[in-house]
């Protein structure tokens, strides 16, 4: 009966996380929907696997309707045909979400992939709450989890027609299965493969998971964690084999205002490494500056005390895999150093979520007051004897 009620009070505490999460993305359903150039090349990703040829696809998505208002704010990238072209080989592999949208398109038909976003925002906050369940009492997990339902890159990013809730969503869900793994045995490392693979298919942080498997496998030497490095490596290098990603070209772009540089070498690309790096520090304290403080102080304080309290012995090997994932994610972050408004930097939110739970489960064990205990009354008349 108890665990029953339990169990009541769980799913009752997850159905107000998911309430408050589509409650916050009201104003997102009703809107029309607000086009980037990433979405379009969502937009058109769907239409090429619903059928429509590459560049007819590409056509009438950045020449279309969807993408006026960008060709006029945006003429030299939006608004050029060859700029879209190039473009379009860096979006091959990110399909899940594309292949999504196309089979709803007869129903949410140009709004199918804002919509996937959203409900990628919500499974995030919910993946969130079950992966900090594994560890922690459910008011730190239920308090955690509504942090996240307010965290601003979150919510922001999750209003446009975007990949990044679902990459989230599937990173936590790796992570999570990662520790049932370590925790209940190898027959999770099925659950962590698939996981894996779909996050290969979403988004470009798959390699985060598979370094800290890497790290995990390195420090532990056992055979849950080998299992872990050998099918998240095996699933990210099959897509990487279908999906091949041009890097430097990639690396160069970015580091030449978005704009293809295709001509540039990896030692041009890697000199220009530490001024964007100093760029995007200096752009990312702008933005905190700007009203952007919660996400840093979720990020920056949830991270460090992942890092502060989780060196005890128990549990050690869930802290190994979150610490790696967590200095894998800033090599993530950093890899690509251009300004992203904390969108790459969303990559650290399971580890910094786990940080912030232990966090307070510290500071609830430090205010709680032990019950007295009275010393027993001697009976009367019985005092000397």
């Known amino acids: 009966m108890l665990a029953m009620r339990r169990t009541a009070v769980t799913l009752l505490v997850a ?21 980037t150039p990433d979405g379009l090349f969502y937009q058109a990703r769907s239409l090429e696997l619903q059928g429509t040829p590459r560049a007819e696809a590409l056509q009438e998505t950045f020449q279309g309707p969807l993408a006026a208002e960008l060709r006029r704010i945006d003429p030299e990238r939006t608004g050029d045909p060859a700029w879209v072209t190039y473009n379009a080989q860096f979006y091959e592999r990110r399909v899940a979400v594309p292949a999504a949208a196309a089979v709803l398109d007869p129903v949410a038909g140009d709004r199918a992939i804002l919509d996937l976003s959203v409900a990628g925002y919500v499974a995030a906050v919910l993946a969130i709450f079950g992966f900090l369940l594994l560890r922690f009492r459910l008011p730190i997990a239920a308090a955690v989890a509504f942090a996240t339902v307010l965290l601003p890159a979150l919510t922001k990013h999750s209003s446009f027609p975007l990949t990044d809730s679902w990459g989230l969503a599937l990173e936590t869900a790796a992570f999570a299965a990662g520790i049932l793994a370590l925790e209940r045995g190898r027959r999770w490392v099925l659950a962590w493969a698939a996981a894996v693979l779909l996050l290969a298919f979403t988004r470009d942080s798959a390699l985060v998971l598979v370094a800290a498997a890497g790290w995990l496998a390195v420090t532990q030497r056992s055979k849950i964690s080998a299992w872990m490095l050998g099918t998240g490596l095996a699933a990210s290098l099959a897509v990487l084999a279908l999906f091949p990603m041009p890097m430097r070209e990639l690396l160069a772009m970015m580091l030449n205002g978005a704009q293809p540089d295709p001509d540039a070498s990896w030692g041009s690309v890697l000199s220009q490494y530490p001024g964007a790096i100093v760029d995007m520090l200096q752009a990312d304290g702008g ?23 989780g060196r005890g012995a128990r549990g050690s090997a869930v802290t190994t895999l979150l610490k790696a994932g967590a200095v894998a994610g800033a090599a993530y972050v950093v890899a690509v150093p251009v300004f992203s408004a904390f969108r790459l930097e969303l990559v650290l939110v399971p580890m910094a979520a786990f940080g912030l739970a232990l966090g307070i489960e510290w500071i609830a064990a430090r205010v709680s007051v032990p019950k007295r205990v009275s010393a027993p009354i001697p009976a009367p008349g019985r005092a000397g004897t």
């Open 15 to 35: 159905l107000a996380l998911a309430c408050a999460a589509l409650f916050s993305m009201s104003d997102t359903l009703s809107d029309p929907v607000r086009w």
């Open 287 to 309: 933005a905190v500056r700007d009203g952007a403080w919660f996400t840093a102080a979720y990020l920056l304080l949830g991270v460090g005390l992942l890092f502060v309290l």
